[in-house]
């Protein structure tokens, strides 16, 4: 019994080419127009569709050829769907395990149709339809075990159809003995068809605000980045600023304070007004280096920091530096001894930076050492090489009362 014409079933196969060529012309004028790279996708699985269709015209007979030929076009339609989804959820999927099944499926659906005589459509051609579907879900397999980002309501949808669009093709083979019921596949098969290529544009405009929404997300946060640094900036500048204020204000208050009791005559006896000048001698001394330390961050960041090397006696260096920084001691009765090693050679180095290197290592551990504390100034060789010396190490504390 015929549930449709033969004429019927022309005139609708004649509509369905004519709107899949339609379809593939739409989608070539709005690629023209707009250069959207989805178009291209949906003008090849337009392609594939109607190569599908056409082998499928070409070849009749209910025989593995037409199965053979059918398949490799929805072969490539489907991974070409499979391939876009893929790429529109950033994931990296090589397409040979697909290639590789289908082409181990056609070979044993050619077993199948010469080891069996007279054997039904629907036994060879099934192992050739699940074939050509398969990398289809080897995308969408891979795609999900990455699990970089959920899926969307049109990325849910597209996956429907796609799963509906595989049972059809199922169904293909068991309705191609029956024209009729092979029709009313067709129908079905072309609305679904129309689906996904509507969903294949939105998918790509979707993925796109995607990208922009997260390269927003990182400018974002990269600008918070810089704003946290610069604050951190400001914060160390106001520190050292601080630092600097306090330490150049503490030298000179010494000297407008013994610089008042001299012009006011309140120092009276001659050891008096020497211990005031040398005071006043020191603390301008001091603050003279705290300058100069400045001057050197300065020249520092200015990448114009350059280094003078001469020969230097170690120990002689040493003993002038302590007799040089020792008034710092007296006002806290620290005391500051030396431990320098014996037959020291001398050494190639910058007299400045190492001066100020040492200096201000003494000074801070005079800063911070309790009263009457005691401090060791150590110079000696370390290891086998003659021109490898330590001139100090970290600081430590003994006790309550010594720092090395």
Request: proline share 4%; hydrophobic share 50%; charged share 20%.
């Amino acid at each position: 019994m015929e549930y449709i014409s033969p004429v019927t079933i022309q005139i609708i196969f004649n509509v369905y080419i004519a709107t899949v060529f339609s379809s593939m012309l739409i989608a070539s004028l709005q690629f023209y127009s707009t250069r959207d790279r989805s178009q291209v996708a949906v003008i090849l699985y337009w392609m594939s569709i109607l190569f599908a269709i056409f082998m499928n015209g070409l070849f009749p007979e209910n025989n593995f050829m037409t199965a053979a030929m059918a398949a490799t076009g929805t072969f490539f339609s489907q991974t070409i769907l499979g391939a876009v989804f893929a790429d529109l959820k950033r994931v990296q999927v090589s397409w040979k395990p697909g290639a590789l099944f289908f082409i181990l499926m056609l070979l044993l659906s050619y077993i199948l149709s010469v080891a069996i005589t007279d054997a039904p459509f629907y036994l060879f051609a099934l192992p050739a339809v699940i074939g050509c579907i398969g990398p289809f879900f080897y995308y969408v397999y891979k795609v999900m075990k990455e699990k970089k980002s959920k899926l969307t309501l049109i990325q849910k949808l597209f996956l429907t159809i796609a799963f509906l669009m595989s049972l059809h093709y199922i169904d293909w083979v068991f309705f191609k003995p029956y024209p009729q019921l092979l029709m009313l596949g067709f129908l079905f098969a072309f609305a679904l068809h129309s689906m996904l290529t509507v969903l294949l544009p939105m998918m790509t405009n979707e993925s796109a605000w995607e990208v922009k929404n997260s390269q927003l997300e990182n400018e974002v946060l990269k600008r918070v980045e810089q704003y946290r640094k610069s604050e951190n900036i400001n914060r160390l500048k106001d520190e050292f600023l601080a630092t600097v204020s306090h330490e150049l204000r503490t030298p000179m208050h010494a000297i407008l304070a013994y610089s008042e009791l001299l012009s006011s005559g309140d120092l009276n006896s001659e050891k008096e007004q020497k211990d005031a000048f040398v005071t006043i001698n020191q603390k301008a001394k001091l603050q003279l280096k705290i300058i100069e330390q400045l001057l050197d961050v300065s020249t520092y960041l200015l990448g114009k920091t350059s280094l003078r090397f001469e020969s230097i006696d170690p120990a002689q260096f040493g003993a002038a530096l302590l007799e040089e920084i020792r008034p710092l001691t007296e006002s806290k009765k620290i005391q500051i001894s030396s431990n320098f090693a014996a037959n020291i050679p001398p050494i190639k180095a910058d007299p400045k930076r190492l001066h100020q290197i040492c200096w201000n290592l003494l000074s801070n551990a005079i800063k911070f050492i309790p009263l009457e504390g005691q401090i060791v100034f150590s110079i000696f060789q370390e290891g086998a090489s003659p021109r490898r010396f330590k001139f100090y190490q970290k600081f430590w504390r003994i006790g309550s009362r010594t720092f090395h």
